[in-house]
């Protein structure tokens, strides 16, 4: 029987949601963003504006993680540029921040727990970018899959508004807690520097990667 008109699909769409491995989207977003960034501290107001969560979700979550012991608390100083976002009083004085514990026994299992878990993470980008664009390719690569010579994390092929695609990324990017790299490109265009070997889509093709959606057949 010949499928060659059915997408393919090697991570399928399900029902997979990171807080259901650990109780809350805001715990989860958390995790990640600190096992992610764990050469940096922190403060509050910070944390919920790059989870997109509440302030008091945050703090609760934040004590959940600190009597674990995968995140530690400590004392610092607000920089001028983070001082705006911060309550008046409070400008210039001592403030707690929060920083992963690199230390914790199961630190790096967590991080590779994390990042295999964001590639499956793939049911609301594949169904908004179909919905909102039409897709023929959306394939992980670069940081998701620890191809650290790829230039892009992200090849999405086909017709979708720029807006649309932006604000899919965004999301995407708040559940995994950290930027995406992404290449977006008309099918006649991948076709075309498929077909003439282009350097930048070859060592895309030619590295590890996960593919969500596929209706081009085999690549």
Do not use: C
């Not at 050469?39 to 959940?64: G, S």
């Amino acid at each position: 029987m010949d499928n060659t008109d059915e997408p393919e699909v090697l991570v399928k769409p399900g029902e997979f949601r990171i807080e259901q491995l650990f109780g809350s989207r805001t715990r989860a977003r958390l995790l990640t963003l600190f096992l992610e960034n764990s050469d940096r501290a922190f403060y509050v107001r910070e944390l919920t504006r790059r989870i997109d969560a509440q302030l008091n979700a945050v703090r609760r979550e934040l004590k959940n993680l600190v009597d674990v012991g995968i995140v530690l608390e400590v004392e610092g100083k607000i920089i001028p540029t983070e001082a705006k976002d911060d309550e008046p009083e409070t400008k210039g004085e001592k403030k707690k921040f929060y920083r992963a514990n690199a230390e914790f026994p199961l630190f790096e299992d967590l991080r590779g727990v994390m990042r295999k878990a964001a590639v499956l993470m793939n049911r609301e980008i594949v169904r908004v970018l179909k919905e909102k664009g039409d897709i023929d390719l959306i394939l992980l690569t670069g940081r998701f899959v620890d191809a650290v010579n790829v230039p892009t994390d992200v090849l999405i092929v086909g017709t979708i508004d720029p807006e649309h695609l932006a604000a899919a990324i965004r999301e995407f990017e708040r559940d995994i807690a950290r930027e995406v790299n992404f290449t977006a490109m008309p099918k006649e265009e991948f076709l075309y520097r498929k077909d003439v070997g282009d350097r930048f889509l070859a060592t895309i093709l030619g590295a590890k990667r996960v593919i969500l959606w596929n209706t081009f057949g085999e690549l």
